[in-house]
C-alpha cells in the first residue's frame, strides 16, 4: 500500500515521504494513528509542505533537547542501588533504570534503547553514559551509584531460643498424646478403602 507519511515514524520514514509499506502495518498502525495517509494525487500535492513542517518541528525539537543536554551533561545522575559491603551491587544498573531517573529529572521521555553503557554498571561510583537524547543530539551524563541504606539486610537470622523451646514441646506433647504426624498402618488402609470406594 503507497502512504504519505504525515508525521515522523523511526525508523521508518519521515513526514512527507512517501513509501510502499505493508498493508496490515498501514491499517492496523498507521491510518488509525494519524501518522499517515492513503497517497492520492491531493494528498501528494502537499508533501513539500509537510516535509517543510517537519523539519521546522524536528529543529525546534533538535534544539530544545540541546539545551536540555548541556544542562544534564553539567547535573550528576544519582541512582540509589542495594550493594553489599564491598560496594558491589545485587544486580546491574539498567538503561530503564536510568531512563526511569532521568524522565523523573527533566520531566521528558528519554528512551532506554538510546542509554549505551559501555560496560556494565554492577559496582557503587561514578560513571561516564553516553546518552542519545534526539536524533542528532548525543551527550554524556555522569552517572553517581551510591548504596542504599537498608538497615540489618546482611545480618544473619537466628532462630530464637523461646521458638526453638516451643517446637520441641509441642512435638513432645504430640507424642505423649499418641498423635503423631506420621499415619499409621490402620490410618493407611482406612485411607486406601476410601479411595476405592
Not at 95 to 100: E, R
Amino acid at each position: 500500500m503507497k502512504v504519505i507519511f504525515l508525521k515522523d515514524v523511526p525508523p521508518t520514514a519521515r513526514a512527507g515521504d512517501i513509501r510502499v509499506v505493508k498493508n496490515g502495518f498501514a491499517r492496523n498502525y498507521l491510518l488509525p494513528n494519524g501518522l499517515a495517509d492513503l497517497a492520492t494525487k491531493e494528498v501528494v500535492a502537499r508533501a513539500a509542505g509537510l516535509r517543510r513542517e517537519a523539519e521546522q518541528r524536528r529543529l525546534s525539537n533538535a534544539a530544545d533537547w540541546r539545551t536540555l543536554g548541556e544542562a544534564l551533561a553539567e547535573t550528576p545522575v544519582v541512582v540509589n542501588a542495594r550493594s553489599g559491603p564491598t560496594g558491589r551491587l545485587y544486580g546491574s544498573i539498567t538503561p530503564a533504570i536510568v531512563a526511569q531517573r532521568l524522565f523523573e529529572i527533566t520531566g521528558r521521555t528519554v528512551d532506554r534503547r538510546a542509554i549505551r553503557f559501555p560496560t556494565p554498571v554492577r559496582q557503587t561510583g561514578q560513571f561516564t553514559i553516553p546518552v542519545r537524547l534526539y536524533e542528532d543530539v548525543q551527550i554524556d551524563i555522569k552517572l553517581v551509584v551510591v548504596a542504599e541504606s537498608v538497615s540489618g539486610a546482611d545480618e544473619p537470622i537466628e532462630p530464637s531460643q523461646d521458638l526453638e523451646a516451643d517446637v520441641n514441646q509441642a512435638a513432645e506433647s504430640d507424642v505423649v498424646a499418641g498423635t503423631t504426624s506420621e499415619p499409621t498402618d490402620q490410618s493407611t488402609d482406612q485411607l486406601e478403602a476410601e479411595r476405592e470406594s
